[in-house]
């Protein structure tokens, strides 16, 4: 990068990116800077839980209401390629193919743009079935050139926007789960709390925060009780906000 800019220091790269860089080339910087290791059924007891309590919503008779139709609302944030959501997707129709008749969308996010093109595409190399049960792979589609592809279906459960974690949110909620793991690894403690407590703010009532296996919060001062390995509930009396 600094030779293309024809920069001879990361000091001249740093003075560019405050004062001179285009938002096409801050993006570039933000992409290149990213980190994206991710893989389908990543920390799985995490999907076993979601599953779990998906299946008491579906059964509750007070389920939240969207033009009619009962409303599930998940987000995952910092989505890298998009194995987390689409694994959300494959998970939950699998159990529950009634969500078909749901108001029932996954919000994808993530800083870096390139990931998000990637994840839109939702085509991953076959190799990435390593690992799986036969009844996970057979959620696939093979494409025939080495490829698999998500199916249409589970691509259509998906919005997938640009979003910096640190910067304004432009939704409301309620979300019935959010997923955010191994991305506050990367921020000091004190935005790391804050990112917390707005998780907080946009989770419906019994709802379920899942962080990775290398982050940790102090639960109970952000609004949250921990009920399993990562997972945290949110606590009632926790100010949420309303449906949108």
């Known amino acids: 990068m600094l030779k293309l800019l024809e920069l001879t220091s990361f000091d001249e790269y740093v003075d560019f990116l405050d004062h001179k860089a285009s938002a096409k080339e801050q993006q570039e910087f933000v992409n290149a800077l990213t980190t994206n290791l991710t893989r389908f059924y990543r920390e799985n007891h995490h999907f076993e839980h979601l599953v779990k309590q998906v299946g008491q919503i579906i059964a509750s008779p007070n389920q939240l209401r969207s033009n009619g139709k009962p409303r599930l609302r998940i987000w995952s944030a910092g989505c890298s390629t998009g194995q987390e959501p689409y694994t959300i997707a494959m998970c939950l129709m699998q159990h529950y193919p009634q969500l078909k008749n749901w108001d029932f969308r996954i919000l994808a996010t993530d800083v870096d743009t390139q990931v998000l093109g990637k994840a839109a595409r939702a085509i991953y190399p076959e190799a990435d079935l390593e690992g799986l049960s036969a009844n996970q792979a057979k959620m696939f589609e093979r494409v025939g050139d080495g490829t698999i592809r998500v199916p249409a279906n589970l691509r259509n459960l998906m919005t997938f926007k640009p979003l910096n974690l640190m910067k304004n949110w432009p939704f ?66 926790t100010k949420g906000r309303v449906a949108a």
């Open 172 to 237: 409301k909620g309620p979300f019935d789960a959010i997923f955010c793991r191994n991305v506050t690894i990367y921020f000091d403690k004190p935005t790391q709390t804050k990112v917390f407590e707005r998780f907080a703010q946009l989770l419906g009532d019994e709802g379920y925060l899942y962080i990775g296996h290398s982050e940790n919060m102090r639960a109970e001062t952000i609004g949250f009780s921990l009920c399993g390995k990562t997972i945290y509930k949110r606590m009632s009396g």
